[in-house]
């Protein structure tokens, strides 16, 4: 089983950017899929981008356009590059795996600290 480490959010002002990283102990290709989460203050936790063993990706309404996910196997490393950004996507980011690649389907049941982004207006 991996572990996933969050690192890489900060305060931003609107229209910056900001690279967020998510670093696995074990091969991120032995996970059928993985994604970044977020949750901001009085809302669920919501996912914004996914992205499968086989590299396809996929994203939230609200990001798309703005959010890029990819991944350096050989780093055992995901990232969510953020430009762009809006004070709406204040939140604490997650990341996290899954048994399927579908965007419907629940992520494993272990979460990390995360990491709080912050855009100010």
């Known amino acids: 089983q991996v572990q996933l480490v969050e690192s890489g959010g900060g305060l931003v002002q609107a229209g910056g950017s900001l690279r967020l990283s998510c670093t696995a102990s074990?091969?991120?290709?032995?996970?059928?899929?993985m994604g970044w989460y977020r949750q901001a203050p009085g809302k669920q936790r919501e996912l914004v981008a996914l992205?499968?063993?086989?590299?396809?990706?996929n994203y939230a309404d609200s990001v798309k356009g703005r959010f890029t996910i990819s991944r350096d196997s050989a780093k055992n490393t995901m990232y969510l590059q953020m430009n762009s950004l809006k004070p709406e996507d204040t939140a604490v980011y997650y990341c996290?795996?899954?048994?399927?690649?579908?965007?419907?389907?629940?992520?494993?049941?272990?979460w990390g600290q995360g990491t709080q982004v912050t855009v100010s207006s």
């Open positions: 996290n795996g899954k048994g399927s690649s579908s965007w419907y389907k629940d992520p494993f049941d272990s």
């Open positions: 074990g091969s991120i290709l032995s996970i059928n899929a």
């Open positions: 992205i499968t063993n086989s590299g396809s990706t």
